[in-house]
C-alpha cells in the first residue's frame, strides 16, 4: 500500500513537471521522423550539388530495412540519452531539498521510495516509447510497407528494457551522491563506461547495446538472438536497485 502512495506521488511528478510530456514529444519525433529520413535521404544525396556523373546510379533505393535501422539509431541514442537526463536528479535532487527526509517521515519504506521511482520512470518511457513507436509503425506503413505488429512489439519491448537499464544505473548514481550536478557526472561517467566497454569486440555480444540489433533482426523477420544481453540486462537492473537500497538504507538525510 505505501509503495502505491510513493508511485502516485511519482506519477504526479512527472506529469506537474511535464517530463511525461517531453519524452513523449521527443521520442515521438524520432519515431514520426525515422522513416521519413530513411525515406528521403537518397533523394537528399542526389541533389548533391556537383555529384560526380554516374555516383547517383549506385545510391540504393530505400526500404523497409532502412526504416527499421534509422528507428533503431535514434531510439538508441536519444532514448538513452533521456533516460539518463530525466533519472539523474531522481534521489540526489530530493536530498538536495530535504523532500526525502520529509517523505520519509511517513510509513513509506526507503525500498518503496525507490522503486516508486524506477517504476514511474519505467511507465513514462513506456508509454512514451508507444507513442513513437505508433507513429513509426505508421509512416512506414505510408512510405514503405506494413511492419509484422508482433514483431515490431519485440522490437520496442527490447528498447525499453535497454532504458530501464540506464535508469536503474543513473538511479544508483544519484543515490550515491548528495547533489544533482555531482550524480550528472557520474551517470555520464557510467554511460561511457558502459558504452565502452560495449565496444570492445565479442564482449559486445553480452552488453545491453545488443539488444538494439537483436530487435531490429526480429523486426525484419531475421534470426540473431542475445539471450545473454537480455539476462545480463536483467541482472544489470537488479544489481542496480539492490545496490540503491543497500546505499540508501544506511544513509543520513
Not at 524520432?30 to 533523394?43: H, R, W
Amino acid at each position: 500500500m505505501n509503495f502505491f502512495i510513493a508511485l502516485r506521488k511519482e506519477l504526479m511528478e512527472q506529469w506537474r513537471t511535464k517530463r511525461l510530456l517531453i519524452v513523449a514529444v521527443i521520442l515521438a519525433v524520432f519515431g514520426l521522423g525515422s522513416p521519413l529520413l530513411a525515406k528521403l535521404t537518397p533523394d537528399l544525396l542526389r541533389a548533391v550539388p556537383n555529384l560526380p556523373a554516374g555516383l547517383a546510379d549506385f545510391i540504393p533505393v530505400p526500404t523497409v530495412a532502412d526504416a527499421v535501422t534509422q528507428y533503431v539509431k535514434n531510439m538508441s541514442q536519444f532514448g538513452i540519452l533521456l533516460a539518463l537526463l530525466m533519472s539523474m536528479g531522481s534521489v540526489a535532487q530530493e536530498k538536495e531539498r530535504g523532500t526525502a527526509a520529509m517523505m520519509l517521515t511517513h510509513p513509506i519504506s526507503r525500498l518503496d521510495f525507490l522503486l516508486a521511482k524506477f517504476v514511474a520512470l519505467g511507465l513514462t518511457f513506456a508509454l512514451s516509447l508507444a507513442v513513437a513507436a505508433v507513429g513509426c509503425w505508421y509512416y512506414t506503413l505510408l512510405l514503405f510497407e506494413a511492419l509484422p505488429w508482433g514483431p515490431f512489439l519485440a522490437l520496442n519491448g527490447l528498447m525499453l528494457l535497454v532504458f530501464l537499464v540506464y535508469i536503474a544505473v543513473t538511479l544508483l548514481c544519484s543515490t550515491l551522491v548528495r547533489t544533482q550536478g555531482a550524480a550528472a557526472g557520474l551517470a555520464f561517467t557510467a554511460l561511457v563506461v558502459i558504452g565502452g566497454i560495449g565496444a570492445l569486440p565479442r564482449i559486445n555480444d553480452f552488453m545491453p547495446g545488443r539488444l538494439f540489433n537483436w530487435g531490429a533482426a526480429i523486426a525484419l523477420s531475421q534470426s540473431e538472438p542475445s539471450w545473454a544481453a537480455l539476462w545480463i540486462s536483467l541482472g544489470l537492473i537488479a544489481v542496480s536497485l539492490c545496490a540503491a537500497w543497500l546505499v540508501f538504507r544506511r544513509q543520513e538525510l
